[in-house]
């Protein structure tokens, strides 16, 4: 019986032995396993933790060191908001809402969201109180340090001479007597020379940069510049050649040789005949008084009553011709016709066979083409130098005419209300009947010529609207901002009264330094002031 108990024993701790030799290796296993998880656990914190800081210029200049700089433009670089720490994330959620990033670029792009970019420019949107203690941690530096230009900083002497300054080109209020960076972003100052009258910024651009801002120049020279405006202007009638045919009796119209408007008439041609009782009745007296003259043995009375007789009948209308024919025949006329006085145009025709007309009645009004005017609207601010008698030169594109010369025939006294401008007439000459009225023309009028005055191309001025700016190019290379006085602009050249002299060279090309001259304007305004670092 112990036998069989001491096999058991046995065979039991043989199991437990085997048992545990199985279970060790997996046991050591899974030690290894957490280890490792610890270990990648560890190093996941360690680099969640880790911060990253990008320039807001150059977004893909990054480091993990704080303090660095750009190596492309030397501003410093900012905290970048690290997304993938889901711990920060929820920690700092209120503190995220409170606070404001703002661009450096344009303060007023702000947003509560950290890594957010600016609309305008792309920038990485910049914490306020970052900034804050960026400046407030950089500036004692500057401030304590021996050997940093900007510490050493003094305003300039109020003198005479041109003054050197540094300005920083994010912050305009940062500016130096000696070269150093901005205490804020980082940047290298740029160098700007002023006058002592404030009127000249002297710019310093190296030739690469000249290159590929493609900066183009032109002498000031001296030139003849012609007062020259193009305007617009409208084809109308002569209206001292328009004729009103009117009947000086009433009648009706028995033959209308005339069909419609437009037809063409040459002089003595028939026009309409008329039965009229008063012109019978005039006829009848005339003939009466011949006869009264001629029974009379040429009596002075009765002279005097066939040449009163004789004119009432002209000036009801009847040509010298007719009276003649009508002594001769003793016949009177019972249609009497009326002849075209002078060649013309039909213009308006008011009247049909059969149509019982009075002497207010307009039968018909006929135009000479022979000669034409031109109504041009001229600005107000270019009637100065309008004079009558300037020569004139009229297009008219939809006929293919071109060149047409002429002269301004009457300046007329007064402005439209509407339009502001000044009508002028110019008389045409219109032989061959080519132009045609109510078509519209380009004209082009010429004034006296200014003869030796000092041009410059006219996209060199830089027109602020107070006063007017060039870009002077000096013989260093450098360029300097000058103010001009500006005279007669015509023909894309512009008059130089005063500011530059005859051969300076001036930038015809480069519209960036519209921008330029505001900035450098504010910074000149803060040096006058005496805002100095």
Known sequence: MSQVNSNNRGQKLAYLLSLFMVATPQLGHTQALEAKATQSHAAHEHQV?????????????TSHEPGSRCPKCNMFLVEQA???????ET?????????????????????????SRCPKCNMFLVAEEEEESTSTKAQPEMDHSQHDPLAQAKPAPLTGEPSIKYVCPMHAHIVSDVPGT???????????????????????????????????????????LWKFVQTVGQIGYDESQINHVHARVNGWIEKLAITSVGDKITKGQLLYEIYSPDLINAQDDYLLALSSLQSSKESRN????????????????????????????????????????????VKALAVRDGMYIQPATEVMSVVD?????????????EQSWLATGQPTEVSVPAMGLKGIEGKIDYIYPELDPVTRSLRVRIVLANNEVALRPNTLAKIEIYGGPNEDVLVIPQEALIQTGKENRVIVKQGDGSFLARKVAVGMMSQGKAEILSGISEGEQV?????????????????LMRLSSGHQH
Not at 198 to 208: F, N
Not at 317 to 329: C, E, F
Not at 369 to 381: G, H, M, P, Q, R
Not at 507 to 523: I, N, P, R, Y
Request: glycine share 6%.
């Open 49 to 61: 933790g880790e911060k990253t800081y990008v320039c807001p210029m150059h977004p893909e200049e």
């Open 82 to 88: 690290n997304d993938t720490s889901e711990t920060s």
């Open 302 to 345: 009765y002279q005097d009553l066939v040449r009163k007789a004789g004119l009432r009948l002209e000036l009801l209308g009847m040509n010298q011709a007719q009276i003649k024919r009508l002594a001769k025949t003793k016949q009177t006329q019972y249609r009497v016709p009326f002849y075209a006085k002078a060649d013309g145009i």
């Open 369 to 381: 083409l022979s000669k034409v005017w031109v109504i041009a609207d001229v600005f107000e601010n």
């Open 182 to 224: 901005c205490p804020i972003c980082g940047m290298n100052l740029e160098k700007v020379e002023m006058s002592a009258d404030s009127q000249q910024i002297e710019i310093d651009v190296s030739g690469s940069m000249q290159q590929a801002l493609a900066l183009k120049v032109a002498k000031a020279e001296k030139d003849t």
């Open 91 to 115: 920690t700092g959620a209120a503190e995220h809402e409170a606070t404001t990033y703002v661009c450096p670029m344009h303060p007023e792009e702000t947003s509560h969201e950290p890594g």
């Open 507 to 523: 930038v015809t090309s480069g519209q960036f330094l519209l921008d330029s001259e505001a900035s450098l304007k504010g910074s």
